[in-house]
């Protein structure tokens, strides 16, 4: 049988370049080979924090929490309402003038505009679609087959569905989004770990964990069918694209699969010469990286980057998960004010603002307060892997951003980093949230109308 190429890799030994201080999980970085040679890697940690701004941005954090904005707003009346499923599906309603104005170029993805659209397009219809007959996603200019769609039959509500498809040259792997209590469940269960599935990188390479249990399930499930299919279709380029949790999945599918084909044991081996990339959508940042990578893990993990993108769209939440902390708090400070007023949430929202009064309660005693202070240290490590593709609004013209990490000084000015851009108060957050997440696929967005796929 075909299987992922799991078998047990070298023995590591615990690389000392990397220590931890001024509380639980928040890193000192010291010099390593990496850094002096000037390998890839070495520009997220060259221009690092000191110790000392390290500590101070850990008291800002928790500082911000400590005032307990969710508690506050709780003693005042709120008590995060969540919407009907009538009043949940406006959110997902297409706008007349929903149509974004400026699709990215080839030069800011690394796909040709129509590719975008059409990972944008099987990003939406995965929320809607319950058979691979169902999925609508030819137009006139590029034919478009799913051939295997899989829902997890009686585990499907522990699971998001996952979609294969071929166009052209180009074989596309989709994840659903969040939808269910589960994947509300997979969405926070955000331990960041290595695996063997990527066994030569897996002392330098960390990814979100329950992502990383989604995608091994399915590629093991799947991985005969598609290599074969790969190999008869001639296939060049391998795409994993999805949207929110979808998003996140397809960055560490990413990661997986490029490590397979490049590993010697696998029978992802037999596909040497197929690229993979990742064209995101509103995906949380999935990886964390330490600094104490190999010249092969330093060449893989450039590779990696130069063929990931990530769409984010206004003041998109989920995409500044889980390592912009202070973007975060700044979005619970503006919707305090409309939790008052009881007005109603998508479960998705109110997962993140249910999540916001569990750390605020965590700093009620000594004990707890390292603990969170602690988590905070790991959730401040994650980062985004490749371009950043920003939007500002609908029709305005994308910015191509880079992510450096939380403790990042930036002491050449750069004006591409993603942290550079700030939460922007609105009057009405709550009800705007969902915009900001979904329109980018279903407003139709990015995506194809109706009117021009059969």
């Known amino acids: 049988s075909?299987?992922?190429?799991?078998?047990?890799?070298?023995?590591?030994?615990?690389a000392q370049t990397r220590t931890h201080a001024l509380g639980m999980g928040w890193p000192t970085y010291v010099e390593t080979d990496t850094k002096k040679k000037g390998g890839f890697t070495s520009k997220f940690f060259r221009?690092?924090?000191?110790?000392?701004?390290?500590?101070?941005?850990?008291?800002?954090?928790?500082s911000r929490i400590e005032k307990k904005t969710i508690s506050e707003a709780k003693e005042m009346g709120a008590n995060l309402l969540e919407k009907t499923e009538a009043e949940a599906k406006v959110d997902w309603e297409v706008k007349a003038d929903g149509i974004f104005g400026f699709v990215p170029t080839k030069e800011m993805t690394g796909v040709e505009p129509?590719?975008?659209?059409?990972?944008?397009?099987?990003?939406?219809?995965?929320?809607?679609?319950?058979?691979?007959?169902?999925?609508i996603l030819s137009t006139k200019d590029q034919k478009t087959e799913a051939f295997i769609y899989d829902d997890h039959g009686a585990f499907g509500d522990a699971t998001p569905p996952f979609l294969a498809a071929i166009t052209g040259d180009t074989m596309i792997l989709g994840w659903r989004g969040t939808s269910s209590l589960a994947d509300d469940l997979n969405d926070v269960a955000c331990s960041p770990q290595s695996s063997l599935a990527w066994r030569k990188h897996a002392e330098t390479i960390k990814a979100h964990g329950a992502f990383t249990s989604i995608v091994h399930n399915d590629i093991a499930n799947h991985e005969e069918s598609i290599i074969k299919k790969i190999k008869e279709s001639g296939i060049k380029e391998i795409i994993t694209t999805g949207q929110s949790l979808g998003g996140g999945v397809a960055q560490v599918a990413h990661l997986t699969l490029r490590a397979q084909i490049e590993d010697e044991t696998s029978p992802w081996s037999a596909l040497q010469g197929v690229n993979v990339r990742s064209v995101a959508f509103c995906g949380p940042m999935t990886t964390v990286l330490l600094d104490n990578a190999s010249p092969e893990t330093d060449a893989f993990l450039e590779k990696l980057w130069d063929n990931s993108c990530n769409f984010v769209y206004k003041n998109d939440v989920v995409p500044r998960g889980y390592g912009y902390l202070s973007f975060i708090e700044d979005f619970v400070d503006n919707a305090q004010g409309d939790l008052i007023k009881k007005i109603p949430m998508n479960r998705i929202l109110k997962k993140i603002l249910d999540f916001q009064g569990k750390l605020e309660n965590l700093v009620d005693s000594t004990k707890e307060n390292e603990s969170l202070s602690g988590l905070l240290g790991v959730l401040s490590q994650y980062i985004h892997m490749g371009n950043l593709i920003y939007y500002e609004s609908e029709d305005a013209k994308p910015l191509v951003l880079k992510d450096m990490g939380a403790f990042y000084n930036n002491t050449k000015k750069e004006t591409d980093l993603f942290r550079c851009i700030k939460y922007k108060d609105v009057g009405d957050p709550l009800d705007q949230f969902m915009g900001w997440h979904m329109d980018i696929i279903r407003g139709p967005g990015l995506s194809y109308p109706e009117d021009e796929l059969y």
């Open 2 to 14: 075909v299987s992922l190429a799991f078998t047990p890799g070298p023995t590591f030994s615990t």
């Open 47 to 62: 221009d690092k924090a000191d110790d000392a701004d390290v500590h101070d941005e850990k008291e800002s954090l928790l």
């Open 114 to 135: 129509e590719m975008s659209r059409l990972c944008a397009t099987i990003s939406s219809q995965l929320y809607t679609k319950a058979s691979e007959d169902e999925f």
